[in-house]
């Protein structure tokens, strides 16, 4: 099973302006600082005192001076315990310049565990809670990469050497992991220099580098503060307790799947504290009159993490590009040790430390550098299934056939359901188009019908020719129409000369002219309209009529002259006013009836 893709978690964390060496306070002003307008925001100012200029990044989350261990825990590390006891790995690690608190920050002390410390009790915790459904392993390693050779800190703690005595003059340990290990390869310490071999499936690993079980937190602490009391760690003028080298803490979990299935599964948590990067000049190193002991070698160890973390952010800036073609992890120890961390099968969380104070601007500035540049970076984390015999790969094969024949059966159900869903649909939608269709052809239909018993002017412009039965039928309705005008325009005319008296008697001619002019223009726009149904429609009514047994005469428009004006004391004695309004009646019922 692969998760999705998942990329590298950056956390940013500030260490207080008063610890550390290489001068500065407490009382001097930082040009760190975290802005609230966004979580993960941080600003720094770097440069001269001329030509300082403040920059912006944003990351994951920014831990503050004020931020404790726990919650520095709970807001950087704590979801990878859940990853690890799901079957995939993990990995936390700590960069930054010597003395900004990584080894602090993930080893902690006594009574300020740092986050490695607080991530076991945090498994053994979950792995208690799942006892009674899973059983689970849990081994622990811890390596040490120290001029460039592997060492297994497991196996230097069980020689059961004495602690070497300190030099007279030396500072006493205040924790582990200080000048107590100061040790050199001539005093027998077991293997030194391991060789990093890979895996059949492309993972690392190293050669007999010893992985012991473990039952509880205390046992894991146990190794953690062994393997720190013989970790290479040296004073230098910048850190009093200065990491000489790389430490690399694995806690492998082998466990059933919980599915079920008889599958084991087993993940990885490796905590990672980076020795940090330091300038030569201002941690002393090679300088035999700053005081600090063997001056030479540490400069040697100082030139080497140099260069380790050199290669380091090559890497990083590599697979930031997410195209490259070639990574080179094998420039480095470092790199090839975490090769699965950084681009491969792990889900990466990286914890940038930094110094606020000026002194340390342009080290910070290059460590948020490396940061941004880090969350870019993305990795393939998928669950580890352990090899299994022949026979186990043989259940796991079929295991694998039953579920893909089983989706293919659920594929197939559900394509046929929704094939189903799908003609149904189609079906309503043909249904209803169809009737939508049907009520189109009616309304047409009902609209021809109701033009032709309105009598209209013949057949439209680009539309279909009517069927012979259909004509009979209009010029049988156009008959019957004609004859109930001229009965019609009769009664009209005879109210239209009592009208045309009334207006006679009272002698109201400025009112009749103005009736007359107006009758005048309708008479022309009815003209009009009427030409320009041509002759061939004034011989179809005609006919019409005929068949009717009306003369064809009737179709003319009686006194239909009087449009061009009538003048007053025509039409055998009768006023004009009465004359033109009988002749103006019949004539438009006329009209209506050809229409």
């Not at 520095?72 to 859940?82: N, P, Q, Y």
């Not at 010893?210 to 062994?226: G, K, Y």
């Not at 000049?281 to 035999?288: C, L, N, P, V």
């Not at 099968?345 to 002194?359: C, D, E, K, Y």
């Amino acid at each position: 099973m692969s998760a999705a893709k998942a990329r590298v978690k950056v956390v940013v964390r500030c260490r207080p302006r008063g610890g550390g060496g290489g001068g500065g306070g407490e009382e001097e002003e930082g040009v760190v600082k975290v802005l609230e307008e966004q979580q993960g925001l941080i600003s720094i100012r770097a440069g001269g005192e001329e030509d300082a200029t403040e920059r912006e990044f944003l990351f994951d989350d920014v831990l503050g001076e004020k931020v404790g261990q726990e919650e520095t825990f709970e807001r950087s590390s704590k979801a990878m315990v859940d990853h690890v006891l799901e079957g995939f790995n993990a990995c936390l690690f700590a960069y930054g310049q010597t003395g900004s608190g990584k080894t602090y920050t993930i080893f902690g002390e006594e009574d300020k565990p740092g986050v490695a410390v607080q991530a076991v009790k945090q498994l053994f915790h979950n792995i208690e809670k799942r006892s009674g459904k899973q059983k689970t392993l849990v081994y622990a390693s811890f390596l040490e990469l120290y001029l460039d050779k592997i060492r297994d800190l497991i196996q230097i703690s069980s020689d059961g050497e004495s602690k070497p005595e300190t030099k007279e003059g030396s500072r006493p340990n205040s924790r582990p992991g200080t000048a107590s290990s100061r040790r050199s390869e001539k005093q027998g310490e077991g293997p030194v220099d391991l060789e990093i071999r890979e895996n059949k499936n492309g993972g690392v690993y190293v050669q007999d580098l010893r992985s012991t079980p473990v039952h509880n937190v205390e046992e894991v602490l146990a190794v953690i503060s062994s393997g720190l009391r013989h970790r290479q760690t040296y004073q230098t003028l910048m850190n009093e307790h200065s990491s000489r080298s790389h430490t690399i803490l694995t806690l492998t979990v082998v466990s059933e799947s919980g599915r079920g299935d008889g599958e084991t599964i087993s993940g990885k948590l490796n905590m990672v504290d980076l020795a940090g990067c330091e300038r030569l000049k201002r941690s002393g190193a090679g300088d035999e009159g700053s005081g600090i002991e063997d001056a030479s070698l540490r400069a040697k160890e100082a030139v080497i993490i140099n260069k380790s973390l050199s290669t380091l952010g090559t890497v990083v800036m590599a697979l930031a590009k997410g195209d490259a073609s070639y990574v080179p992890y094998r420039d480095s120890k470092l790199t090839r040790l975490l090769q699965d961390s950084l681009g491969g099968n792990s889900f990466t969380t990286l914890i940038a430390t930094i110094h606020p104070r000026a002194v340390d601007a342009e080290e910070s500035l290059n460590t948020l550098q490396f940061a941004n540049r880090c969350k870019n970076v993305v990795t393939q984390p998928h669950i580890n299934y352990l090899d299994a015999d022949p026979e186990g790969q043989a259940k796991i094969i079929e295991k694998l056939m039953r579920e893909i024949a089983e989706l293919k059966d659920e594929m197939a159900a559900q394509k046929e359901h929704y094939e189903e869903k799908l003609q149904h649909k189609a079906g309503m939608m043909g249904s209803s188009i169809e009737t939508a269709a049907s009520e189109v052809e009616d309304g047409k239909h009902a609209g021809a019908e109701h033009d032709r018993g309105e009598g209209s002017r013949g057949t439209s412009r680009g539309s279909k020719r009517a069927p012979t039965t259909e004509k009979h039928k209009q010029a049988a309705a156009a008959s019957d129409n004609y004859v109930s005008a001229l009965a019609e325009a009769q009664v009209n005319g005879e109210q239209a000369e009592e009208r045309g008296a009334g207006r006679g008697v009272d002698g109201d001619d400025v009112t009749a002219g103005d009736e007359q002019g107006n009758e005048g223009e309708v008479c022309a726009k009815e003209q009009r309209v009427s030409s320009s149904t041509g002759v061939k429609q004034e011989e179809r009514g005609a006919a019409e009529a005929r068949d009717r047994g009306l003369p064809a005469e009737a179709l003319r428009p009686a006194g239909g002259d009087d449009c061009q004006g009538t003048e007053p004391g025509d039409a055998a004695g009768e006023s004009a006013d009465q004359v033109r309004g009988r002749d103006r009646a019949v004539e438009g019922k006329q009209l209506e009836a050809h229409k």
